[in-house]
């Protein structure tokens, strides 16, 4: 059974900073792209960074050069380090993983909420 466990919320004042972590457990391998998404209230949930097993990332504009996606692969382990955080970033954070052909698990959140 794949299990994913996020940590790391929190509460922050602007221009602070949080480190996410996501365990994730259950999963055969590495292979699997993980992914950072978020859902602020009233808000889809969006796509934040996204990192691959080789290492490739990509991020959303709107935390470009502010959020770094991270991952150790031995610890099947991943991570969301978060800068200059804005009142515009409070949402659930949701970890996520996903192997084509295999399947794509969730996480139950982390609060992170941003004060002004």
């Known amino acids: 059974q794949v299990q994913l466990v996020e940590s790391g919320g929190g509460l922050v004042q602007s221009g602070g900073s949080l480190r996410l972590s996501c365990a994730v457990s259950?999963?055969?391998?590495?292979?699997?792209?993980m992914g950072w998404y978020r859902q602020a209230p009233g808000k889809q949930r969006e796509l934040v960074a996204r990192?691959?097993?080789?290492?490739?990332?990509n991020y959303a504009d709107s935390v470009k050069g502010r959020f770094t996606i991270s991952r150790d692969n031995a610890k099947n382990t991943g991570y969301l380090q978060m800068d200059s955080l804005k009142p515009e970033d409070t949402a659930v954070y949701y970890c996520?993983?996903?192997?084509?052909?295999?399947?794509?698990?969730w996480g139950k959140g982390t609060l992170v909420t941003v004060s002004s």
């Open positions: 259950g999963m055969i391998g590495s292979r699997y792209t």
């Open positions: 990192i691959t097993s080789g290492g490739s990332t």
């Open positions: 996520n993983a996903d192997l084509p052909g295999y399947g794509n698990y």
